[in-house]
């Protein structure tokens, strides 16, 4: 909202600072909050009148934690619903059989990357700021390919199923403004990612 920003924080601090190129949005671009499991961090983020953006891996819990979120903001007397992004990997393709086959170890490695780069927060390194992250990140350690399709948080296989998956969680959860498609997750190759990007603009999301 200013010209120039300055900060003096117990951490951290910076002069008085600009970005280039200014930002258009009027009074300022919308600040998203990054949430994961916790119920504080969405009723925070409602109560400012931020939107929030989530990754789905906790199943249908995500219907309780977004529930929180739009019950905050109203309650905060912001205007509208509020706006909630959830994070899905996404692979579309003609052949739903081929649509597995190249997605399932990749997405399998993934969630071994993830895993492995959490691996303090399992090992011993909690925060009571963040009770029962450990248990969180030692069942992520439990997922695999077939729970996250199941759970709704993977959308992997032809048009047809994906846009009857897209339908099925919204069932689940209810409404969410935002779906943020991660397309080349683990070492997909570029071709694969681009070819189902296009599939999924022209068969998918004509529909929704």
């Known amino acids: ?33 990054a949430a994961f499991a916790t119920p504080e961090s969405f009723v925070a983020a409602g109560t400012a009148g931020h939107a929030v953006m989530a990754i789905p891996l906790s199943g249908g819990r995500m219907a309780e934690l977004i529930g929180l979120y739009r019950e905050a903001w109203h309650k905060a007397g912001h205007p509208g619903n509020g706006r909630v992004m959830l994070a899905f990997h996404m692979f579309c393709w003609p052949d739903a059989v081929e649509a597995i086959e190249y997605s399932r170890e990749r997405l399998n490695g993934y969630l071994s990357s993830l895993v492995d780069a959490a691996s303090d927060w399992i090992g011993g390194a909690t925060s009571s700021d963040y009770p029962g992250y450990d248990k969180i990140m030692a069942g992520l350690a439990e997922e695999t390919f077939e729970s996250q399709v199941t ?32 397309v080349n997750f683990h070492d997909m190759p570029l071709e694969l990612a681009e070819f189902s990007v296009k599939l999924f603009s022209k068969e998918v999301m004509p529909r929704f």
């Open 1 to 33: 909202e200013n010209n120039e920003y300055a900060a003096e924080g117990e951490f951290h601090q910076f002069p008085p600072t600009t970005s280039l190129p200014r930002p258009t949005q009027h009074p300022r671009p919308p600040f998203w909050i």
């Open 151 to 182: 759970k709704g948080a993977a959308w992997i296989g032809t048009p047809e199923q994906i846009c009857e998956q897209i339908v099925n969680y919204q069932k689940l959860v209810g409404d969410f403004e935002v779906a943020s498609l991660q």
